[in-house]
């Protein structure tokens, strides 16, 4: 792994709430074990190894049932360690896959046999070389077909450029990390703003989740900075909001978060039984499991 590279927390606390029945972590991922499922050569950092049991323990231990499991930028376009994490769910795990436009069609439906649902279309300059639209464009409409979404991970600054391109996409759309706003601008700038707009059309969905990313107070404040974003978009987009711990965290430098720390926040940001429920349990059933 990088030498700056942090660990995932080796004993997270018991989460303080519990969390409705049926409630799914929807956004995670598996690295490795890199002697079974090497990483990509193209890859922009070098992680730990997060294994498929580790993940299924720390589910159990918070008090999920289910995953999400977003292929990572480091295993590029080989979905090998997704497939086989999802294979060995119990059904109690979807994914989110990245294809490269050569994709067979028998590859995307034994894709779809194991539990992908979804492709994700990366925008993060730091993460991915730039990939054209063209392209973005040839996998979606081929995604569409199967009935799967698309799952986009890009930054605040850039989301402006991007609505046109977004809004022409054929499937519903999922922001990972509400897009990632600048929480120093507050929550009137004119980027946050631009994303609610957005979220007024049925097409997009957003998931409110990485505090410990964007935050600038940090775990000793609860991250409460960034905590009001959340909870705006949960109560106003209550059916089209999702939310997931990131567990195993690629790439943060400040901190390594205490996943028993992120599960309370629900409270804060989700702070009804109702609001739980659609944030944890319908809204991922009805976009991962329903279909
Ligand atoms: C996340 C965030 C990050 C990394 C990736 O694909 C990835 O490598 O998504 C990040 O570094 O911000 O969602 O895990």
Request: overall charge negative; some cysteine; proline content about 8%.
């Amino acid at each position: 792994m990088d030498p700056d590279w942090l660990p995932f927390h080796p004993n997270p606390s018991k989460p303080t709430i519990n969390l409705p029945k049926g409630a799914v972590d929807a956004h995670c991922h598996v690295f490795g074990p890199a002697n079974k499922f090497p990483f990509a050569p193209e890859r922009k950092y070098t992680p730990c190894d997060a294994s498929k049991e580790k993940l299924f323990k720390l589910r159990d231990f918070l008090g999920f049932e289910k995953n999400v499991i977003v292929q990572a930028s480091c295993h590029g376009t080989n979905n090998d360690a997704l497939e086989d994490t999802l294979l060995s769910s119990n059904d109690l795990a979807r994914g989110v896959a990245v294809v490269s436009p050569q994709v067979t069609k028998a590859e995307l439906n034994r894709l779809d046999e194991a539990g992908v649902r979804a492709v994700r279309f990366n925008f993060v300059k730091r993460l991915v070389d730039n990939t054209p639209r063209e392209i973005f464009q040839k996998i979606a409409k081929t995604i569409a077909d199967l009935g799967w979404h698309i799952v986009v991970y890009l930054e605040a600054q850039d989301l402006e450029e991007l609505i046109p391109f977004l809004k022409s996409l054929p499937t519903d759309i999922v922001f990972d990390h509400m897009a990632r706003p600048d929480v120093s601008k507050g929550l009137d700038s004119m980027e946050f703003n631009l994303f609610q707009k957005l979220m007024e059309n049925n097409k997009f969905w957003c998931k409110t989740s990485c505090p410990e990313r964007l935050s600038r107070e940090g775990p000793e404040q609860n991250y409460s900075d960034i905590l009001p974003f959340m909870r705006l978009l949960v109560e106003n987009y209550s059916d089209r909001v999702l939310w997931g711990t990131d567990w195993p965290h690629p790439n943060m430098k400040s901190h390594m978060p205490d996943d028993g720390q992120l599960v309370n926040i629900l409270d804060e940001i989700a702070p009804t039984e109702e609001l739980k429920v659609k944030l944890l349990v319908e809204n991922p059933t009805r976009l991962y499991w329903d279909h």
